[in-house]
Protein backbone atom coordinates (compact mmCIF):
# COMPACT_ATOMS: atom_id res chain seq x y z
CA UNK A 1 0.00 0.00 0.00
CA UNK A 2 1.35 3.35 -0.70
CA UNK A 3 2.06 6.05 1.44
CA UNK A 4 0.33 9.20 0.11
CA UNK A 5 1.42 11.30 2.85
CA UNK A 6 4.84 11.57 2.11
CA UNK A 7 5.21 13.50 -1.66
CA UNK A 8 7.63 11.23 -3.80
CA UNK A 9 10.63 13.41 -4.72
CA UNK A 10 9.66 13.61 -8.22
CA UNK A 11 6.43 15.14 -6.72
CA UNK A 12 8.53 17.95 -5.17
CA UNK A 13 9.12 21.35 -6.63
CA UNK A 14 12.75 22.17 -6.90
CA UNK A 15 13.03 25.04 -3.80
CA UNK A 16 13.12 28.37 -5.56
CA UNK A 17 16.23 30.36 -3.74
CA UNK A 18 17.45 34.40 -4.30
CA UNK A 19 21.40 36.21 -4.31
CA UNK A 20 20.63 39.79 -4.41
CA UNK A 21 23.73 40.95 -5.50
CA UNK A 22 24.47 44.81 -3.90
CA UNK A 23 28.26 44.51 -3.38
CA UNK A 24 28.92 47.45 -5.63
CA UNK A 25 30.45 50.95 -4.73
CA UNK A 26 28.18 52.83 -6.76
CA UNK A 27 30.82 55.26 -8.29
CA UNK A 28 28.55 56.58 -10.78
CA UNK A 29 25.91 57.54 -8.12
CA UNK A 30 29.04 59.73 -6.48
CA UNK A 31 26.70 59.14 -2.98
CA UNK A 32 28.61 59.26 0.03
CA UNK A 33 27.79 55.65 0.80
CA UNK A 34 26.77 52.97 -1.92
CA UNK A 35 23.57 53.63 -3.41
CA UNK A 36 21.93 50.81 -2.43
CA UNK A 37 22.07 52.29 1.32
CA UNK A 38 20.43 55.17 -0.30
CA UNK A 39 17.04 56.09 1.06
CA UNK A 40 14.43 55.59 -1.11
CA UNK A 41 10.31 57.07 0.52
CA UNK A 42 12.16 56.78 3.93
CA UNK A 43 13.86 53.91 3.57
CA UNK A 44 17.23 52.12 2.63
CA UNK A 45 17.19 51.02 -1.53
CA UNK A 46 17.89 47.49 -0.35
CA UNK A 47 15.39 47.03 2.08
CA UNK A 48 12.50 47.61 -0.57
CA UNK A 49 14.12 45.15 -3.06
CA UNK A 50 14.68 42.37 -0.40
CA UNK A 51 11.13 42.98 0.59
CA UNK A 52 9.75 42.52 -3.13
CA UNK A 53 12.31 39.10 -3.60
CA UNK A 54 10.34 37.96 -0.19
CA UNK A 55 7.22 38.60 -0.66
CA UNK A 56 5.06 35.59 0.34
CA UNK A 57 3.63 34.78 -2.75
CA UNK A 58 6.71 34.12 -4.65
CA UNK A 59 7.50 31.48 -2.18
CA UNK A 60 11.49 32.05 -2.05
CA UNK A 61 12.73 29.68 0.86
CA UNK A 62 16.44 31.47 1.01
CA UNK A 63 17.76 34.89 0.06
CA UNK A 64 21.33 35.69 -0.45
CA UNK A 65 22.25 39.20 0.24
CA UNK A 66 25.77 40.10 -1.09
CA UNK A 67 27.88 43.42 0.76
CA UNK A 68 30.74 44.86 -0.27
CA UNK A 69 32.80 43.11 2.89
CA UNK A 70 33.18 46.57 4.48
CA UNK A 71 29.59 47.22 4.46
CA UNK A 72 28.16 44.95 6.31
CA UNK A 73 28.25 46.36 9.41
CA UNK A 74 26.55 49.06 7.92
CA UNK A 75 23.47 46.64 6.62
CA UNK A 76 23.54 44.84 10.16
CA UNK A 77 22.91 48.62 11.53
CA UNK A 78 20.39 49.62 8.98
CA UNK A 79 18.72 46.06 9.55
CA UNK A 80 18.21 47.29 13.26
CA UNK A 81 17.15 50.99 12.81
CA UNK A 82 14.72 49.77 10.14
CA UNK A 83 13.34 46.91 11.99
CA UNK A 84 14.27 44.37 9.49
CA UNK A 85 13.07 40.91 10.51
CA UNK A 86 13.19 39.49 6.73
CA UNK A 87 15.70 35.82 7.18
CA UNK A 88 18.15 36.97 4.63
CA UNK A 89 22.06 35.66 5.04
CA UNK A 90 24.89 38.19 4.39
CA UNK A 91 28.17 37.57 2.31
CA UNK A 92 31.12 39.12 1.52
CA UNK A 93 31.32 40.63 -2.61
CA UNK A 94 33.99 40.70 -4.65
CA UNK A 95 35.79 43.08 -7.00
CA UNK A 96 32.87 42.61 -10.19
CA UNK A 97 29.40 41.88 -10.01
CA UNK A 98 30.42 38.34 -11.39
CA UNK A 99 32.79 37.70 -8.34
CA UNK A 100 29.92 38.59 -5.62
CA UNK A 101 27.28 36.59 -8.13
CA UNK A 102 29.86 33.87 -7.71
CA UNK A 103 30.30 34.41 -3.57
CA UNK A 104 26.39 34.74 -3.04
CA UNK A 105 26.00 30.67 -5.39
CA UNK A 106 28.92 29.60 -2.86
CA UNK A 107 26.90 30.57 0.05
CA UNK A 108 24.17 28.06 -1.34
CA UNK A 109 25.98 25.00 -1.61
CA UNK A 110 23.87 23.58 0.92
CA UNK A 111 21.28 23.17 -1.90
CA UNK A 112 21.65 20.15 -4.46
CA UNK A 113 18.83 21.72 -6.61
CA UNK A 114 16.59 24.74 -6.95
CA UNK A 115 16.47 27.80 -9.26
CA UNK A 116 17.81 30.82 -8.37
CA UNK A 117 16.97 34.34 -9.24
CA UNK A 118 20.15 36.40 -8.89
CA UNK A 119 18.80 40.64 -8.82
CA UNK A 120 20.39 43.94 -8.57
CA UNK A 121 20.24 45.17 -4.85
CA UNK A 122 19.51 48.27 -6.95
CA UNK A 123 16.61 47.12 -8.67
CA UNK A 124 13.99 48.04 -5.98
CA UNK A 125 11.42 48.54 -7.83
CA UNK A 126 11.10 45.28 -9.14
CA UNK A 127 7.37 43.84 -9.29
CA UNK A 128 5.57 40.16 -7.73
CA UNK A 129 4.73 39.62 -11.53
CA UNK A 130 8.14 39.79 -12.92
CA UNK A 131 10.09 37.55 -10.73
CA UNK A 132 7.14 35.18 -11.35
CA UNK A 133 8.24 35.51 -15.17
CA UNK A 134 11.36 34.53 -13.98
CA UNK A 135 10.74 31.39 -12.16
CA UNK A 136 7.90 30.06 -13.91
CA UNK A 137 10.37 30.05 -17.19
CA UNK A 138 13.37 28.95 -16.07
CA UNK A 139 11.25 26.11 -14.51
CA UNK A 140 10.35 25.38 -18.09
CA UNK A 141 14.23 26.39 -19.91
CA UNK A 142 16.56 25.89 -16.83
CA UNK A 143 17.27 29.98 -17.84
CA UNK A 144 15.44 32.81 -17.83
CA UNK A 145 15.90 36.50 -18.13
CA UNK A 146 13.73 39.69 -17.74
CA UNK A 147 14.58 41.98 -20.44
CA UNK A 148 12.42 45.09 -22.14
CA UNK A 149 12.37 46.53 -25.71
CA UNK A 150 14.60 49.84 -26.70
CA UNK A 151 11.88 52.90 -26.39
CA UNK A 152 14.76 54.99 -28.43
CA UNK A 153 15.79 54.69 -31.73
CA UNK A 154 19.31 52.38 -31.79
CA UNK A 155 22.93 52.97 -33.65
CA UNK A 156 25.82 51.36 -33.72
CA UNK A 157 28.74 53.69 -33.35
CA UNK A 158 31.79 52.71 -35.16
CA UNK A 159 35.35 54.64 -36.31
CA UNK A 160 33.32 55.10 -39.82
CA UNK A 161 30.31 56.99 -38.43
CA UNK A 162 26.98 55.17 -36.76
CA UNK A 163 24.30 52.76 -38.82
CA UNK A 164 20.57 52.31 -37.39
CA UNK A 165 20.36 49.45 -35.59
CA UNK A 166 16.96 47.41 -36.17
CA UNK A 167 15.27 47.92 -31.83
CA UNK A 168 12.62 45.08 -32.74
CA UNK A 169 15.12 42.91 -32.10
CA UNK A 170 17.17 44.27 -29.26
CA UNK A 171 16.45 43.86 -25.74
CA UNK A 172 17.51 45.94 -22.53
CA UNK A 173 18.41 43.42 -20.14
CA UNK A 174 16.81 43.20 -16.20
CA UNK A 175 16.80 41.62 -13.51
CA UNK A 176 15.90 38.93 -12.00
CA UNK A 177 18.04 36.48 -14.28
CA UNK A 178 17.09 33.39 -12.93
CA UNK A 179 18.40 29.42 -13.49
CA UNK A 180 18.76 26.12 -12.36
CA UNK A 181 21.31 26.14 -9.63
CA UNK A 182 23.07 23.15 -11.17
CA UNK A 183 23.01 25.19 -14.60
CA UNK A 184 24.47 28.53 -12.77
CA UNK A 185 26.94 26.79 -10.81
CA UNK A 186 28.30 25.19 -14.14
CA UNK A 187 28.77 28.41 -15.83
CA UNK A 188 30.07 30.43 -12.92
CA UNK A 189 33.22 27.45 -12.23
CA UNK A 190 34.06 28.79 -15.75
CA UNK A 191 37.09 31.90 -15.59
CA UNK A 192 35.77 35.80 -15.64
CA UNK A 193 35.35 37.06 -19.01
CA UNK A 194 35.40 41.07 -19.42
CA UNK A 195 31.98 40.37 -21.92
CA UNK A 196 30.36 39.17 -18.82
CA UNK A 197 28.00 42.17 -18.02
CA UNK A 198 25.13 40.29 -16.57
CA UNK A 199 24.15 36.19 -15.66
CA UNK A 200 22.85 35.30 -18.76
CA UNK A 201 25.75 36.65 -21.02
CA UNK A 202 27.84 33.94 -18.53
CA UNK A 203 25.27 31.24 -18.58
CA UNK A 204 25.15 31.65 -22.64
CA UNK A 205 27.40 29.23 -23.75
CA UNK A 206 26.19 26.80 -21.89
CA UNK A 207 22.01 27.24 -22.39
CA UNK A 208 19.90 29.19 -24.51
CA UNK A 209 18.26 31.92 -21.82
CA UNK A 210 15.05 32.78 -22.46
CA UNK A 211 13.42 36.08 -22.52
CA UNK A 212 10.51 36.77 -20.33
CA UNK A 213 8.49 40.87 -20.12
CA UNK A 214 10.34 42.63 -17.44
CA UNK A 215 9.05 46.12 -16.57
CA UNK A 216 10.21 50.08 -17.86
CA UNK A 217 9.32 50.45 -13.99
CA UNK A 218 12.32 47.81 -12.47
CA UNK A 219 15.00 50.63 -13.38
CA UNK A 220 18.69 50.19 -12.13
CA UNK A 221 19.65 52.76 -9.82
CA UNK A 222 22.49 54.77 -11.45
CA UNK A 223 22.89 57.93 -11.75
CA UNK A 224 21.45 60.76 -9.31
CA UNK A 225 18.27 61.19 -11.67
CA UNK A 226 17.45 57.73 -11.30
CA UNK A 227 16.77 58.03 -7.55
CA UNK A 228 13.88 61.01 -8.52
CA UNK A 229 12.64 58.62 -10.91
CA UNK A 230 12.24 55.63 -8.46
CA UNK A 231 10.74 58.37 -6.01
CA UNK A 232 8.15 59.25 -8.68
CA UNK A 233 7.36 55.39 -9.44
CA UNK A 234 7.54 54.20 -5.99
CA UNK A 235 4.07 52.40 -5.17
CA UNK A 236 3.21 51.56 -8.82
CA UNK A 237 4.51 48.28 -9.11
N1 LIG B 1 31.53 44.21 -7.25
C1 LIG B 1 30.23 44.34 -7.42
C2 LIG B 1 29.70 45.27 -8.34
C3 LIG B 1 28.33 45.38 -8.47
N2 LIG B 1 27.51 44.62 -7.70
C4 LIG B 1 26.07 44.81 -7.75
O1 LIG B 1 25.58 44.63 -9.07
C5 LIG B 1 24.46 45.49 -9.28
C6 LIG B 1 24.64 46.28 -10.58
O2 LIG B 1 25.87 46.98 -10.53
P1 LIG B 1 26.07 48.55 -10.68
O3 LIG B 1 24.79 49.24 -10.90
O4 LIG B 1 27.17 48.76 -11.63
O5 LIG B 1 26.51 48.93 -9.19
P2 LIG B 1 27.86 49.59 -8.68
O6 LIG B 1 29.00 48.73 -9.03
O7 LIG B 1 27.60 49.86 -7.25
O8 LIG B 1 27.87 50.98 -9.45
P3 LIG B 1 29.07 51.66 -10.26
O9 LIG B 1 29.35 50.76 -11.44
O10 LIG B 1 28.53 52.99 -10.64
O11 LIG B 1 30.23 51.75 -9.31
C7 LIG B 1 24.34 46.39 -8.06
O12 LIG B 1 23.27 45.96 -7.26
C8 LIG B 1 25.67 46.24 -7.39
O13 LIG B 1 25.63 46.41 -5.98
C9 LIG B 1 28.05 43.70 -6.82
O14 LIG B 1 27.30 42.99 -6.13
N3 LIG B 1 29.39 43.58 -6.69
C1 LIG C 1 22.86 43.04 -14.65
C2 LIG C 1 22.37 44.31 -15.28
O1 LIG C 1 21.62 45.07 -14.36
C3 LIG C 1 21.45 43.96 -16.43
O2 LIG C 1 21.02 45.14 -17.05
C4 LIG C 1 23.50 45.17 -15.78
O3 LIG C 1 24.16 44.51 -16.83
C5 LIG C 1 24.47 45.58 -14.71
O4 LIG C 1 25.41 46.46 -15.29
P1 LIG C 1 26.37 47.35 -14.42
O5 LIG C 1 27.32 48.00 -15.39
O6 LIG C 1 27.06 46.41 -13.48
O7 LIG C 1 25.53 48.37 -13.74
Known amino acids: MPDFRQPTPTNQKPPRLAIIVAGGSGTRMGADRPKQFLLLRGEPVLLHTLRRLAAPALGVAEIVVVLPAEQVSTWQQ ?86 AQNRQRLRLMQTPQTFEIDLLRRAYAMPELASFTDDATVVDDLCRVQLVDGDYRNLKITTPEDLLVAEALFGTT
Open 78 to 163: LCQEFGVSIPHRLVAGGATRWASVKAGLAALKGHAQGLVAVHDGVRPLVSTAVIERTYAAATVHAAAAAAVQPKDSVRLVSPHGSA
